[in-house]
């Protein structure tokens, strides 16, 4: 196994460019969330089939035809990914999505390939990260601290190196907070700017979906290529964006 690949999308293109298997980049992901000893980042992993389905549908390596190529990811578990329950931390309230959400179709398309659900405040009302009937994720940087909330498991992945970005909300900081006290990137895009179909509410016209990554200019990526209009979100607004995911059809644009 190729060892210590820094998990930057530009670093881990290099490294499949030169030969690096996705395979080796996840035995790292898993060796490294492992490590950690933390049951409080991830409330649900992917199985080695869900993982398998995902390589399989990459093809060749094309970061032009999906500028995502073999990037690992995680999910805040109030965001639909099909085949992973989604239970916003409670579990009475679990289902299975019957699609992924709007954002998690564009990752999928643009070959990102997702670890798992992160744990999270339940219902994302908090701005802690200890409101879960699960175990409460351990800062990184200080155990003695709260993780900050409510996208706690998102950030604390990201800050150990985990995968290279992770989806996390923001309706009133959660994005913004575990970003801080991780020590990481958060991005809250402008309202709108990124659909919420498949995303649990907290409050429908103040919800965004949220970015956490270990550099500016990824989250940047990530969030330019979630900008994509979508006609099933009342509150989505056009953006503009020269990527268009193949597994969207393109909707005429609002005015």
Same mark, same amino acid.
């Given at each position: ?45 992917s199985s080695e089939a869900q ?18 190529? &073999?990037?690992?990811? %995680? =999910?805040?578990?109030? #965001?639909?990914?099909?085949? +992973?329950? *989604?239970?916003? @931390? ?62 706690? &498991?998102?950030?604390? %992945? =990201?800050?150990?190196? #985990?995968?290279?970005?992770? +989806?996390? *909300?923001?309706? @009133? ?83």
């Amino acid at each position: 196994m190729t060892s210590d690949i820094p998990l930057h999308i530009d670093s881990l293109h290099q490294a499949y460019g030169r030969g690096t298997r996705v395979n080796e980049v996840l035995q790292q992901c898993h060796q490294r969330l492992q490590d950690a000893n933390d049951p409080g980042i991830f409330l649900t992993l992917s199985s080695e089939a869900q993982i398998a389905e995902q390589l399989a549908s990459l093809g060749p390596f094309d970061p032009d035809l999906k500028p995502l190529w &073999g990037v690992p990811y %995680a =999910v805040k578990d109030n #965001i639909d990914v099909l085949g +992973l329950p *989604t239970s916003a @931390a409670c579990p009475a309230f679990s289902y299975q999505p019957e699609k992924d959400a709007h954002v998690v179709t564009i990752l999928r398309d643009a070959g990102a390939i997702c670890l798992g659900k992160t744990n999270m405040d339940q219902f994302a009302t908090g701005l802690t990260g200890v409101r879960t009937p699960h175990s409460i994720p351990r800062n990184p940087i200080d155990d003695s601290l709260i993780p900050g909330g409510s996208s706690s &498991g998102s950030a604390v %992945a =990201v800050a150990l190196g #985990i995968v290279a970005f992770a +989806l996390g *909300t923001d309706t @009133a900081g959660s994005g913004r907070v575990p970003a801080a006290l991780n020590n990481i990137v958060g991005i809250k895009p402008s309202l709108g700017a990124l659909s919420n179909s498949g995303v649990v509410p907290a409050c429908r016209s103040l919800d965004s979906v949220s970015i956490f990554s270990l550099s500016v200019l990824d989250g940047n990526k990530v969030r330019a290529l979630l900008s994509r209009y979508d006609e099933s979100d009342p509150f989505s607004r056009p953006m503009g964006q020269s990527w268009q995911p193949s597994s969207l059809v393109p909707s005429p644009i609002r005015r």
